[in-house]
């Protein structure tokens, strides 16, 4: 069972073969023959960490199912220019139909892997992890962060319903920071971990003094992070956000901070240059 | 009617919400008293032309319906860092479980129609129109080549049933390129022109015997482009395509084509920079 | 891979097959032993044009997979009466459920390919094209335009994103014919044509000189289509629409036009008379 | 709450609006401006028994609500040529977009309710009620037999869970007609009766002896029905079926049966002429 | 093909599963290597009849198929503690994957079927019918339905168009019980029987005059049970209802009527005490 | 926004209305004109905690809207026998159409409520919290845990990916209790706690050894309990589990356990004693 086999991705597949599929390839129906045979390869055209390959054969699975695919590399896998990812064989029609769903999850799912492998790679012995967000891609979140962890990343909560994080909005309504913390950990399911938001040292402060375990510095200057740092002291974990970028992430890190995390792994990363070559017969 | 009226973005949208909602915000739920009202602004932080508005109201709707939404801006329109693409006014839970899907979709769409906008500038004055491909995210497609049509380029084939694109695997299955274009001419809708994808001069030459109506002349220097466009002499549209980028699409369109197609619209363009700042009361 | 393999012919099987199921064939459950094996053959009483046989086997395999499906003949077949068009052997209680659904699909898009058969043999000669229209039943027009096919003819746009179809009150909302076209052919997709509805010649005439490349001709006479087809002169494609029946069908293709739509192929055919002779043990 | 306040039906209506809208009405995007008003009058072209007409505004609904749907006439009139349905008045894009979905399903289901109103008309008198069989169209038998009802024609069962119906293979299965009606009496819920199919009067005499309530007279003649009948002597219900045809139906009815049902009101009813005349501004 | 092969069946399968895997067990992906073989045997932990067994290996297949699935004992059967229902072998996975899910399913199912198998032991002789209701889980009546049937217990409708039962407001708005009846006798699909709800005697006598064939006796006492029964003679089915339990079933069941129905058997049974074991390896 | 406003419970609904309703009522729409109106009240027959009211106007809103809903008392509310929970009036052809699917929401999310609440009574004073488990019915897991919250309990996780579990065969499979803690630790998302099951005193020394947060005590004695939380000695939240019923609760909750999980909350609640009195005019 792998991250193909969940049936919430099933759906997905089914979705976009649609989306891209409709009534038929029209042009394969009026120029390829019904019988006619093809193999393809699906190769890495620059470096690039693999994501989404599972995908495949559940994609011609779906189509109904003639098509021999063979993983030649595993998801999490840094691939070369020019490394063979998969291979397939079946029916010309069949594979003609999957080619362009195919590689779309593929450059987008390995385009998020290679960029958070950077990222991880520059904080490479400083003990810091890098974690995504919730700025994902409607109806791809759940491939999108598989994608961060074949990069390397780890995943921050899944949605509003898998974990706490008391932002500004939160701590006004509740009539302060510690407040808010107090409330939500008074209600947290036990296996959660409190994490609040926090945008100066007074409020880091507040938020260890209510019994937070996981503090958000947001839009922290370096300068400001190393001292917050101190400051905590091990009393919780801490996460910096905000604007972090290739140019800045290592300084941040430096910092001591447990945790960076990245809108951009998911909102803004190209696609990996990944394509398909086919031949018939 | 508008693009949320669509029945299909309704479902995506519904999917969205879910995969972020869950079983409920628990966050707000525990600091937030249930009869806060709230109000938020949709601002863009820097230059960017706006995509995905009316989606706004529709994700409102879709969780009960008591949020005052109003357009401030229209789909299309290029915005300066800080102004009011739109206001919401309504229950804090609301405006709360929908901020994350609601910037998700505009950063997204809005970067897709900025990125357009800005190829389109590019060949601004040279008749050359800048078009999109199947190269979208799945289940996204709809949304995406809207995207692009709110920045100023225009949509290639929806999908494998509503264009024909011989290539190059057609063309060996057929037994060369006349034989697939004409096989195709003879059982297109009639609707539709058939499109070939050409390597070669010779290839463009077989391609307007065998009366092809739309050429695709794929990875072609400028050098190619313009002798071939010379050769064409109008009797056939001609789509260049093939890794072109903001440095080199004024140099690709000045050779005369009529369409320059730019995978990287969809599959590439970073967030837009768009925010909601939300406060209560 | 083929019509049945498309994911939207998947969900529509599954619809209808619940549809009839329910909560499980209650006569079979009560009267027939469950390790019951059968047989089937399905054969045509009539002359039919074939339409859906490939959906029989999936049929059958969203309910189990247990039965051995043969196609005895393919789509598109000319069958006698008499003819078996296949055979299936598995559990009854496997045979009995899928029946009466298996039956009314082919019963429908073989009753649409034979209607559409026989308009194509009374136009044979003049090189004039049988079209389907959007007069379809909801949910099913994938499946009956492919029927439509089956039966030698060819399709019109699936849907209104598809295909550019200028009416009546497109020209009066546009200020006049003219600009109607103008418009459409600036902003149309490249691959697409624009097709225009003409009433009159001086429509006609107007059409030709904005650009359009399909005239539709509507509920014109014989006569009127004669005088519009040499004022035309092959510088359109002309489509004839309006009532057209098998008495009338002759005429109006002799006249020169390019192709004859015909609502009623979708929305009038009746049922093929295919029957599903079951035998147990 | 009428037939369209199903979920059901909501769930076919969007099915059917994305089936034909797609990523949106090219044409009218193209040629109308957006904010165009229109309105509308549906009306019958003929004689025909109308149903359907709920749905219209629904369809509306589900496009954004901005449309004033009137129903002129209920479902189940016998509207005459001219007559008006319904009259919309609403953006004109909205109103475009629904049309070709609204007149499918009109035409259809009316096209339905008129034929069975034919057919109740040839048997007035009787005392012979005319039902409808399971030969619907897929995803459309909720509508088709909702329609049978509209033109005075009652409901056989709605799927194989809600009604037992024994036929040859049931009878061989279970070891003879009168061991299949046992068996099914004794397993029968309540509130079914059972309800069998007989061939010969041996059969009906074996039937009525082992209880069954209602007897499915299948291709019999009218001297082998009047036969029957008589020995039946309102000793079950009685319902002849087999080829009955508009020709037919007086004299099969006169035997005395109490049912005839006709698979043609649903799979083989020509669309009713309804068409809709929409007007800018 | 059995219970689980219905369609509809899988779509509550595939609900049931996306509820607890989400975006996958992380649990295991971080504790168990994800080519571990494991094995398990689904036992009964005291007495219970068995219902559900046939989903246990399409809830396996639906999470990719490598799943060897042996159902030891059938549905229906009455397990004691100890006994082993079924068996599997596959991908650890897997296992651990569809375990929870799995057991749900059979815990509610078989305590569904065993409290019916005790009400059924309870008027073993009576030849009364013990009968569910519709007091069900949204979501799960035709499994709940299908665990009663298991328990040797039938089923009343399945839903309000598979049956008719006139009740109190019913007949309020007809204008009295006899018309009620009558109203619905008329409009009755042929299958169908008439039953209405008697609180008095008077109701019954008037409910025979106007032809009902069942009587549903609610809420009386086993006197006036006695005494209905009595005064029916055999000329209606008769259902007594309303809060019969363990206790009092027996001497309802007395009293001659023909069913008992008891809502609690699908909205209040305790579920049965069934586990899975799991070993690795 | 309520519970009733999250997309996913709208779908719930809409499959629990189309289970009940199928093709419609047909007893109402053969005895009730259609346009009558009616009146109810949902009131308590016995004490309950009610959960589940805001569904009501949902159900009713997805059947046309036009009924108004009024609550009368708040979900978590411990109503008396005779209390009045909301009142609606509208068409009576909606009321009673949604009253079978209401009531049966309302008794089984209040008899979750109900039952919570006696476990929360029972353990009032001594610290600790009543939790549920995974132990709910397939798709309606999300309210299940609503309504142990509107009893006073609180939430375990949702399902396999929003909380760290390790159980026996986790820890046989990762090599040890210890190993398998450190594995979860080291790949956890930050906000996730690890809770381990332990068996013996030796398992919970190793495992706050390895640094778990979170314990699960299953199956202990009180004798056992007591001495697991002196040793534990408030270094990690302790969890009991396993066969607590209302007989023991108080002796468990006495030895300092944090929490207690009770299956039975969701898999064995009987109904809430709810009903609906429906009156016409």
Not at 13 to 37: C, M, P, S, W
């Amino acid at each position: 069972m792998n991250i193909a086999d969940l049936p919430a991705v099933d759906t997905l597949l089914r979705t976009a073969l649609t989306e891209d599929l409709g009534a038929g390839d029209i042009t394969t129906r009026l120029t390829v023959a019904a019988d006619t045979r093809a193999r393809a390869q699906i190769a890495a055209k620059d470096e690039a960490v693999v994501a989404g390959l599972p995908l495949v054969r559940k994609l011609c699975d779906i189509l109904g199912g003639d098509v021999d695919v063979r993983e030649r590399l595993a998801d999490g896998t840094r691939a070369r220019g020019g490394d063979v990812l998969a291979t397939l064989a079946g029916p010309a029609h069949t594979l003609l139909a999957v080619e362009r769903v195919t590689l779309n999850l593929l450059q987008h799912l390995s385009g998020i892997a290679t960029m958070t492998a950077r990222f991880v790679d520059l904080v490479a012995g400083t003990g810091c992890r890098i974690v995504d967000t919730r700025k994902t891609l409607p109806g791809l979140r759940l491939l999108e962060k598989y994608a961060v962890r074949m990069g390397g990343g780890s995943n921050h909560r899944f949605g509003l319903a898998d974990g706490i994080l008391i932002k500004e909005n939160h701590i006004a309504a509740a009539g302060g920071l510690a407040k808010a913390v107090l409330a939500a950990r008074a209600g947290a399911p036990h296996g959660m971990r409190v994490e609040v938001e926090c945008e100066t040292l007074a409020d880091v402060t507040e938020a260890l003094g209510a019994g937070a375990e996981l503090l958000l510095l947001d839009n922290m200057t370096v300068a400001q992070l190393t001292e917050a740092v101190q400051l905590i002291a091990h009393r919780a974990l801490v996460e910096a956000s905000g604007g972090v970028n290739e140019g800045t992430v290592r300084a941040v890190a430096g910092t001591g901070v447990d945790l960076v995390s990245v809108g951009a792994l998911t909102h803004s990363a190209p696609a990996a240059d990944i394509h398909m070559l086919l031949s018939l017969g």
